[in-house]
């Protein structure tokens, strides 16, 4: 069978961004192929129906993103996957994949084999399922023209240099608490694209010893948290799990929040601290989202959370952080370099409220030095 080349339908100035679509379903590829060439910049340069195929187009095109179905005849996603990143280790895959709880799982454990992102396939069918092409363009366009690109082919924007000179002037002048410095009484950490594998090494890294609850807020679809949580148990040694409403937050464990709903936390008139999962709107386009989750903790603990924002689009965080350091919370925020995107963490950055801005190898580190009760 010969590789498919696709035409855009109308005449383009030079693509931006070169992707190969492979799925077997043809139907899939067509939808995936149509979606993106509508788009200003993304040129689909090869839509094939398995990993063979794929590996041999990778070595006759020029391509910055790789959108990979897992489920395939001959060799699939999960084998094509790293012979696609050996043979091009600057290459961005997203994986797509059905929200089953199998494809799920194998979801996650491509992201720790490097793939870049996710996207899952809506139960429905592609054909009218407006959000998830909305999805596939977003994580495309981040990966193939934005901060998930490898290579540097042209001089930075004065944009860029702006961020650049922002970053590293708050990285020598960062905010400071505005009272004393408290030992925090719990973590929370915000996440989105290249989320699970920060998340793997920051909580890899931290102490056994360590007692404060931890609450994740990782952009992810239902289905896919929960194996998160089991993902999280096994490099971490903590137990982690989906939060449910109502739960009493316990020392030492990790709560992510469900897909689909929003995690808050309520402080009881007994004592003590309760989850609460609200169904409300999305919040910048997300559900769960990290800023709701922020402002309640903000609200229940004051000076005494630390909270961390790991890599992720957009800025999902960014009010939420606002809110803690108005009640003197402390805001860590992983750098630019370390990240897949730099734009949850570059937001709040750039707008000069974390404490710090670390690479992530050190931010695990860091949560111990505060976290552990030397508080400075």
Same mark, same amino acid.
């Given at each position: 069978?010969?590789?498919?080349?696709?035409?855009?339908?109308? &005449?383009?100035?030079?693509?931006?961004?070169?992707?190969?679509?492979?799925?077997?379903?043809?139907?899939?590829?067509?939808?995936?192929?149509?979606?993106?060439? &509508?788009?200003?910049?993304?040129?689909?340069?090869?839509?094939?129906?398995?990993?063979?195929?794929?590996?041999?187009?990778?070595?006759?095109?020029?391509?910055?993103?790789?959108?990979?179905?897992? &489920?395939?005849?001959?060799?699939?996603?999960?084998?094509?996957?790293?012979?696609?990143?050996?043979?091009?280790?600057?290459?961005?895959?997203?994986?797509?994949?059905?929200?089953?709880?199998?494809?799920?799982?194998?979801?996650?454990?491509?992201?720790?084999?490097?793939?870049?992102?996710?996207?899952?396939?809506?139960?429905?069918?592609?054909?009218?399922?407006?959000?998830?092409?909305?999805?596939?363009?977003?994580?495309?366009?981040?990966?193939?023209?934005?901060?998930?690109?490898?290579?540097?082919?042209?001089? %930075?924007?004065?944009?860029?240099?702006?961020?650049?000179?922002?970053?590293?002037?708050?990285?020598?002048?960062?905010?400071?608490?505005?009272?004393?410095?408290?030992?925090?009484?719990?973590?929370?950490?915000?996440?989105?694209?290249?989320?699970?594998?920060? =998340?793997?090494?920051?909580?890899?890294? =931290?102490?056994?010893?360590?007692?404060?609850?931890?609450?994740?807020?990782?952009?992810?679809?239902?289905? @896919?948290?929960? @194996?998160?949580?089991?993902?999280?148990?096994?490099?971490?040694?903590?137990?982690?799990?989906?939060?449910?409403?109502?739960?009493?937050?316990?020392?030492?464990?990790?709560?992510?929040? %469900?897909?689909?709903?929003?995690? =808050?936390?309520?402080?009881?008139?007994?004592?003590?601290?309760?989850?609460?999962?609200?169904?409300?709107?999305?919040?910048?386009?997300?559900?769960?989202?990290?800023?709701?989750?922020?402002?309640?903790?903000?609200?229940?603990?004051?000076?005494?959370?630390?909270?961390?924002?790991?890599?992720?689009?957009?800025?999902?965080?960014?009010?939420?952080?606002?809110?803690?350091?108005?009640?003197?919370?402390?805001? @860590?925020?992983?750098?630019?370099?370390?990240?897949?995107?730099?734009?949850?963490?570059?937001?709040?950055?750039?707008?000069?409220?974390?404490?710090?801005? =670390?690479?992530?190898?050190?931010?695990?580190?860091?949560?111990?030095?505060?976290?552990?009760?030397?508080?400075?």
């Amino acid at each position: 069978m010969a590789i498919q080349l696709s035409k855009s339908s109308k &005449e383009r100035r030079e693509p931006s961004c070169r992707v190969m679509v492979v799925d077997d379903s043809a139907v899939a590829r067509g939808i995936v192929t149509r979606t993106l060439e &509508e788009e200003d910049g993304i040129k689909v340069v090869a839509s094939v129906p398995n990993g063979l195929m794929a590996l041999k187009a990778a070595g006759n095109h020029e391509i910055d993103v790789v959108v990979l179905d897992i &489920e395939m005849p001959e060799l699939d996603g999960l084998a094509a996957l790293p012979r696609l990143l050996e043979l091009k280790p600057d290459l961005k895959v997203i994986m797509v994949s059905s929200a089953s709880q199998r494809d799920a799982d194998i979801s996650l454990k491509t992201m720790a084999m490097g793939a870049a992102d996710y996207v899952a396939k809506p139960k429905a069918g592609l054909g009218g399922a407006e959000s998830f092409r909305a999805e596939l363009v977003s994580k495309v366009r981040e990966h193939g023209t934005g901060a998930g690109k490898a290579a540097v082919r042209h001089p %930075p924007s004065p944009r860029q240099n702006a961020a650049s000179a922002r970053e590293e002037e708050v990285a020598r002048n960062p905010a400071r608490p505005n009272r004393a410095p408290s030992k925090p009484d719990v973590i929370a950490i915000g996440s989105s694209t290249g989320g699970p594998q920060a =998340l793997a090494e920051v909580l890899r890294d =931290l102490d056994p010893a360590l007692t404060q609850p931890i609450l994740v807020t990782q952009h992810m679809p239902a289905t @896919f948290t929960g @194996f998160l949580a089991e993902h999280m148990t096994r490099y971490s040694g903590r137990s982690a799990t989906e939060a449910r409403d109502g739960e009493v937050l316990e020392p030492g464990r990790i709560y992510i929040a %469900p897909g689909g709903k929003h995690m =808050l936390v309520e402080r009881r008139a007994a004592g003590g601290t309760i989850i609460r999962l609200d169904d409300g709107p999305p919040e910048n386009s997300c559900k769960p989202a990290v800023d709701p989750m922020l402002r309640s903790l903000a609200k229940a603990f004051q000076d005494r959370l630390l909270v961390v924002i790991l890599t992720g689009m957009g800025s999902d965080g960014l009010k939420g952080c606002e809110a803690v350091q108005k009640e003197g919370g402390r805001i @860590f925020a992983q750098d630019r370099e370390s990240s897949v995107v730099w734009g949850m963490p570059g937001a709040v950055a750039q707008a000069g409220i974390c404490e710090e801005i =670390l690479p992530l190898r050190k931010i695990g580190p860091a949560i111990i030095r505060i976290a552990g009760g030397e508080g400075k």
